[in-house]
Nanobody, 123 residues
């Protein structure tokens, strides 16, 4: 099995920065893409940013120029550097691993989610 463990959330004032980290553990052969999604109270979960194993990135328009996603394939780790935070960035942020291939079953891909980490931006 695979577990995603997130860290780095917290409370910050508007204009501040936070860095989220997510580590995927397990007998992993490869992960096609890793990313971050967020869900604010009363809203649907939305994409924040994703990055492929080849470092191709995709960002939501609302975070472009403020957030940066990066990845260490060898460590199965994905980071999200969040700068110039706004109150509307307040949400629970979830790590996602898409297309996970295990050493024990290379013919199958699965998706996994972390438990989520709270990010609160005060005005």
């Amino acid at each position: 099995q695979v577990q995603l463990v997130e860290s780095g959330g917290g409370l910050v004032q508007a204009g501040g920065s936070l860095r989220l980290s997510c580590v995927a553990s397990g007998i992993i052969f490869r992960i096609d893409a890793m990313g971050w999604y967020r869900q604010a109270p009363g809203k649907q979960r939305e994409l924040v940013a994703t990055i492929t194993s080849g470092a191709i990135t995709n960002y939501a328009d609302s975070v472009k120029g403020r957030f940066t996603i990066s990845r260490d394939n060898a460590k199965n780790t994905v980071l999200l550097q969040m700068n110039s935070l706004r109150p509307e960035d307040t949400a629970v942020y979830y790590c996602n691993a898409n297309g996970v291939i295990l050493v024990t079953n290379v013919g199958r891909r699965n998706d996994y989610w972390g438990q989520g980490t709270q990010v609160t931006v005060s005005s």
